[in-house]
T-cell receptor, first 117, second 112 residues
């Protein structure tokens, strides 16, 4: 099976702009979680989508949003970019629940490196 | 589970020696503890995990121990190789939600 793919891999934006990042989970996985990774704050949970519904949300401002499509692909959007939004944005895929069985494992993609100037 | 402490932050070991990384967590409802390895320019890779109904789990050259009483977990990498050089993260997940809370990471350097 192909792994988690994220596009684009690198992105440069300026303050005030908005950005959309994309994640394609492992085939058959219906849960997609997003994390932000920075040197100062480490890995922080943004939100999780399962079956097109947001199931969990981390402590990020409303400028950070996401959605999931019927094919489980997910996008996250950051509006009105700030310098502090520069980070590696990681997407993690999981089966979560299938046929009554709960799966714990989350598998990460390579990330999108966002630089805000 | 919001608070996961990990130490040391950096670890240098001679090739062939063992590396041990320790974490503590605060959420009694935590029931799943994965460990990830992150190499430069890549996303975290799941290397081993343990559930709260176990106290030890072994993989290939890696062993994870869980002490639920004191909320401690540890990862041992045996017979280290240069390819083990990376940043390692512990994480925990509560029964009540699906998000992972990560430790700050340990940069492991294996000296040849």
């Amino acid at each position: 099976k192909a792994g988690v793919t994220q596009t684009p891999r690198y992105l440069i934006k300026t303050r005030g702009q908005q950005v959309t990042l994309s994640c394609s989970p492992i085939s058959g996985h219906r849960s997609v979680s997003w994390y932000q990774q920075t040197p100062g704050q480490g890995l922080q949970f943004l939100f999780e989508y399962f079956s097109e519904t947001q199931r969990n949300k981390g402590n990020f401002p409303g400028r950070f949003s996401g959605r999931q499509f019927s094919n489980s692909r997910s996008e996250m959007n950051v509006s009105t970019l700030e310098l502090g939004d520069s980070a590696l944005y990681l997407c993690a895929s999981s089966p979560r629940e299938q046929r009554g069985i709960r799966y714990n494992e989350q598998f990460f993609g390579p990330g999108t490196r966002l630089t805000v100037l | 589970g919001e608070n996961v402490e990990q130490h040391p932050s950096t670890l240098s070991v001679q090739e062939g020696d063992s590396a041990v990384i320790k974490c503590t967590y605060s959420d009694s409802a935590s029931n799943y503890f994965p460990w990830y390895k992150q190499e430069l320019g890549k996303g975290p890779q799941l290397i081993i995990d343990i559930r709260s109904n176990m106290d030890k789990r072994q993989g290939q050259r890696v062993t994870v121990l869980l002490n639920k009483t004191v909320k401690h977990l540890s990862l041992q990498i045996a017979a280290t190789q240069p390819g083990d050089s990376a940043v390692y993260f512990c994480a925990e997940r509560s029964t009540n939600d699906y998000k992972l809370s990560f430790g700050a990471g340990t940069t492991v350097t294996v000296r040849a």
